[in-house]
């Protein structure tokens, strides 16, 4: 037992004034980028907060643009809707202010990048269709698109909505 006491006695090392001084100043060193290291992982910490922040808040208004467009042309809709009711104007009237709007609606759909899908006459694609029906028809080839009945758009070369369509069959 008395060996033990002694093993766990505190050690005294004797050292050189120079090693005494380089260990200090490592220490101080060690201590140093600690600290740094330390205020480096908060600063990434919040950079990282304040990051998912700003993504949160870009997502909530990132259509923000596009709906103030959409806005417009529900404001040509309102007015033609109260100009046909008020003023009873005739059909063709009418149809044409929706024609304009319609027209308007297009075009803002092109600026961002949004066109329709090409599909009456040619091959059914799984990409860029989605079956609903198939017709016996002996002119044309098999898997040919007769009739859409639902456009389909891209975006960027991208399908945001597959056409829904219908598809020929021997």
Same mark, same amino acid.
């Given at each position: 037992?008395?060996?033990?006491? *002694?093993?766990?006695? *505190?050690? /005294?090392? /004797? +050292?050189?004034?120079?090693?005494? +001084?380089?260990?200090?100043?490592?220490?101080?060193?060690?201590?140093?980028?600690?600290?740094?290291?330390?205020?480096?992982?908060?600063? !990434?910490?919040?950079?990282?907060?304040?990051?998912?922040?700003?993504?949160?808040? !870009? +997502?909530?208004? &990132?259509?923000?643009? *596009?709906?103030?467009?959409?806005?417009?042309?529900?404001?040509? +809709?309102?007015? /033609?809707?109260?100009?046909?009711?008020?003023?009873?104007?005739?059909?063709?009237? !009418?149809?044409?202010?929706?024609?304009?709007?319609? &027209?308007?609606?297009?075009?803002?759909?092109?600026?961002?990048?949004?066109?329709? *899908?090409?599909?009456?006459?040619? @091959? !059914?694609?799984?990409?860029?269709?989605?079956?609903?029906?198939? @017709?016996?028809?002996?002119?044309?080839?098999?898997?040919?698109?007769?009739?859409?009945?639902?456009?389909?758009?891209?975006?960027?070369?991208?399908?945001?909505? /597959?056409?829904?369509?219908?598809?020929?069959?021997?």
């Amino acid at each position: 037992m008395e060996e033990k006491k *002694i093993n766990e006695e *505190i050690k /005294t090392v /004797t +050292l050189n004034e120079l090693v005494y +001084l380089e260990l200090k100043a490592e220490g101080e060193k060690a201590k140093e980028c600690q600290d740094k290291l330390l205020r480096a992982s908060a600063d !990434f910490d919040n950079l990282r907060k304040r990051l998912e922040k700003e993504r949160l808040e !870009f +997502l909530k208004y &990132a259509n923000e643009g *596009i709906l103030l467009e959409l806005l417009n042309v529900l404001d040509d +809709l309102e007015r /033609t809707i109260n100009l046909a009711e008020d003023k009873h104007e005739d059909l063709n009237a !009418f149809l044409k202010g929706v024609e304009m709007i319609l &027209a308007h609606l297009y075009d803002m759909l092109k600026q961002h990048g949004v066109k329709p *899908i090409e599909a009456e006459g040619k @091959v !059914f694609d799984p990409h860029y269709h989605e079956a609903l029906m198939q @017709v016996e028809n002996k002119d044309l080839p098999e898997h040919t698109i007769v009739e859409v009945l639902q456009k389909g758009y891209l975006m960027h070369e991208r399908v945001i909505r /597959t056409a829904k369509v219908k598809v020929s069959k021997k």
